[in-house]
């Protein structure tokens, strides 16, 4: 009985032994293995800071109260909204669909006023009796026939 002990000790000290090996070979194993890269959260990019505009000089100013402000009814039954900018003086901000830009007005040598997009994108002309919004990029007319109410006084007024 008491060899049977000595072995079912011994047995019981090897079993023990050699599981505590393995748990240190397992542990070796995983210190040795280069760590998987933690998943990166996706960085989220901050909006890009609006550039500082140049200061309205005269001109500028003088061509921004020329500008219609307020709604004009446009071909299609669609709608330009100008409004004065009210970030940054002497510039408008135009609204068409669910876009806007920030104008610069620019008074030409023809008499026509012209909001240009501060991105260079988009422009719009106003005459004296309409308003077009165009794509400078694509070479095309965003919307045409834009009337403002003063525009469409004027229209009625030079038809008298």
């Not at 070479?139 to 009625?156: F, L, M, P, T």
Request: some cysteine.
């Amino acid at each position: 009985m008491k060899a049977s002990l000595s072995i079912l000790t011994t047995l019981a000290t090897s079993l023990m032994l050699a599981g505590a090996a393995q748990a240190q070979a397992t542990a070796d194993k995983a210190a040795a293995k280069p760590s998987q890269p933690a998943a990166k959260a996706p960085v989220k990019k901050a909006a890009p800071a609006e550039a500082q505009l140049a200061k309205a000089d005269a001109n500028q100013m003088n061509a921004a109260t020329l500008t219609h402000m307020g709604d004009y009814a446009c071909e299609f039954n669609q709608t330009v909204k100008v409004a004065a900018s009210v970030m940054n003086e002497g510039y408008v901000d135009l609204r068409y669909k669910s876009q806007s830009w920030t104008m610069k007005p620019v008074l030409s040598s023809t008499g026509a006023l012209r909001l240009e997009d501060v991105k260079g994108r988009m422009l719009m002309l106003q005459i004296a009796n309409k308003s077009m919004l165009m794509d400078t990029k694509l070479g095309q007319r965003v919307v045409d026939d834009c009337v403002h109410e003063k525009q469409r006084a004027a229209a009625n007024a030079a038809r008298s």
